[in-house]
């Protein structure tokens, strides 16, 4: 089974912060990486999907990149409504779909 | 509108059955492929289990094999998870999710509902 691991597990971080979040994968996985936020009481929110394509009304500061075991989720200038958890999922082995661990951004 | 709704879930003992439901709107239902994924509190993200378009192909998590089944009803548009044999550690919050694919078959869940809660205590 493919293991995700995420770094940092939480960070702290102000308004306009450039934020990046960093997935690895146990073995390699091309691009078949996905970035989910999720908002406390909420359901998971698709971001980025195949490393670095943006889902359809996710904004433009949202950005994806990496390929074989390690990728990375920016968010170039943190808006108050980006603070959340983040979760990377590999979508290259079927059936189970697994997900990190979950990075928390939180206010500084 | 494109829309999840999971119902279903309560309070049940260990030992006990549950059966979830999604309903899907606003889509072709019957086109997709569908998955649960569980969140227990204060936790992260598991994948549970997923079923092919027409119903054909299963497949579960280890940790509920045996004991869960994934269904679909096309006709009425709607997901089910029959649980049984229910256990403490399937306490969490359950979702319905799509699974949405691009032409280079790069998979992602891109519809999700707002789940519902089982909790499983004596």
């Known amino acids: 089974d493919i293991q995700m691991t995420q770094s940092p597990s939480s960070l702290s971080a102000s308004v306009g912060d450039r934020v990046t979040i960093t997935c690895r994968a146990s073995q390699s996985i091309s691009s078949y990486l996905n970035w989910y936020q999720q908002k406390p009481g909420k359901a998971p929110k698709l971001l980025i999907y195949a490393a670095s394509s943006l889902q359809s009304g996710v904004p433009s500061r949202f950005s994806g990149s990496g390929s074989g075991t390690d990728f990375t989720l920016t968010i170039s200038s943190l808006q108050p409504e980006d603070f959340a958890t983040y979760y990377c999922q590999q979508s290259y082995s079927t059936p189970g779909f697994t997900f990190g661990p979950g990075t928390k951004v939180d206010i500084k | 509108e494109v829309q999840l709704v999971e119902s279903g879930g309560g309070l049940v003992q260990p030992g006990g059955s549950l059966r979830l439901s999604c309903a899907a709107s606003?889509?072709?239902?019957?086109?997709?492929?569908m998955h649960w994924v569980r969140q227990a509190p204060g936790k992260g993200l598991v994948w549970v289990s997923r079923?092919?378009?027409?119903?054909?192909?299963?497949s579960y998590a280890d940790s509920v094999k045996g004991r869960f089944t994934i269904s679909r009803d096309n006709a009425k548009n709607t997901l089910y998870l029959q649980m049984n044999s229910l256990r403490a550690e399937d306490t969490a919050v359950y979702y319905c999710a799509r699974l949405t694919y691009t032409n280079l078959y790069y998979y992602y869940m891109d519809v999700w509902g707002k789940g519902t809660t089982v909790t499983v205590s004596s």
């Open positions: 606003g889509f072709t239902f019957s086109s997709y492929w």
């Open positions: 079923i092919n378009s027409d119903g054909s192909s299963t």
